[in-house]
């Protein structure tokens, strides 16, 4: 079935309740939700809690944090377009905030057939549900990920971007917790067969990049490989998530009956996939314990 999409989020960040006031105005006319914020403080909190579809901040922030802030926006919620806004700003300061990573620039004071097209503009970056599309009946990704931690970050983002940008903030919070310890176990202790005690005590003891290192190098670990797949049918009313590794697999089946209180002696990895399986009581493993599945409930 279809899901009824929320109207695209703006935060705006500027301290001129005149702007405030002109943009909010005109955004709620065109079916967006409107979130302001006068700083930059509260513009990370916004970002971190709502994960809005658009920003539009203004350049000229005290300390001159407006391009800094442009950067740490983008950092912090890569998928999300910035619109940079200033009153005269010069060349050089434009280019700067297109170089953070802003998408467009908006004068001030604001015209409104110049924020409708930035606006559109913007609109034009937002990923989009596959089955928004007319006579899409499913999606089905298949993503192939070499076995190196640092690449899982990046992976994540993608993710989330291409199959679950119409969701919840909340919902991709917690896709993105599952993600990050389900890839992190595929890559790790699947592909790489570096056990949770010897990670713990290469962490504590300031040697894990050296742990890794060492698995990288042998051509058996390193050349294996990760498989994520996510597939979402229009008659369904989840998106299943599927990550396959090439290790040995583990005994998952001790694991996941265990108490919560036995997690605690079990390290991290251990009360990493507890908590998965608190957020998706679905999850499940293939019998070898090289292949995990979760399912995201889509209201």
């Not at 006068?38 to 658009?54: H, S, T």
């Not at 290192?213 to 490989?225: N, P, S, T, Y």
């Not at 990760?226 to 009313?237: A, L």
């Amino acid at each position: 079935m279809n899901m009824a999409l929320p109207p695209d989020q703006l935060l705006l960040i500027d301290p001129c309740q005149d702007t405030q006031s002109r943009i909010t105005q005109y955004a709620h006319e065109r079916g967006f939700s409107v979130r302001v914020v006068p700083d930059p403080e509260a513009a990370l909190v916004r970002i971190e809690e709502d994960a809005p579809d658009i920003v539009i901040t203004d350049l000229f922030l005290p300390d001159g944090a407006g391009v800094a802030l442009v950067k740490e926006l983008k950092a912090r919620h890569e998928p999300c377009p910035v619109i940079a806004m200033g009153h005269d700003a010069s060349e050089r300061l434009i280019v700067d905030a297109l170089r953070a990573g802003a998408i467009d620039y908006l004068h001030k004071p604001v015209a409104e057939d110049e924020l409708a097209s930035v606006l559109q503009h913007a609109r034009d970056f937002l990923p989009c549900n596959p089955l928004d599309v007319t006579g899409a009946r499913r999606f089905d990704y298949t993503l192939t990920i070499d076995s190196d931690p640092a690449y899982i970050p990046n992976v994540i983002s993608w993710l989330l971007r291409m199959t679950a940008s119409s969701l919840p903030p909340v919902q991709r919070l917690h896709i993105q917790g599952a993600l990050q310890e389900l890839l992190f176990n595929a890559v790790e202790h699947g592909n790489l067969e570096i056990q949770c005690q010897e990670k713990q005590e290469a962490l504590a003891n300031g040697c894990y990049d050296q742990l890794l290192a060492q698995r990288l190098a042998q051509a058996c670990l390193r050349d294996r490989q990760v498989t994520i797949r996510v597939c979402h049918e229009q008659h369904d009313n989840h998106l299943e998530y599927r990550i396959t590794d090439e290790g040995k697999g583990f005994p998952w089946r001790t694991l996941l009956t265990r108490s919560q209180e036995g997690y605690a002696s079990e390290g991290a990895s251990g009360r990493g996939i507890f908590l998965t399986k608190a957020f998706f009581p679905n999850l499940t493993y293939n019998d070898p314990g090289n292949e995990v599945t979760i399912t995201v409930p889509l209201s």
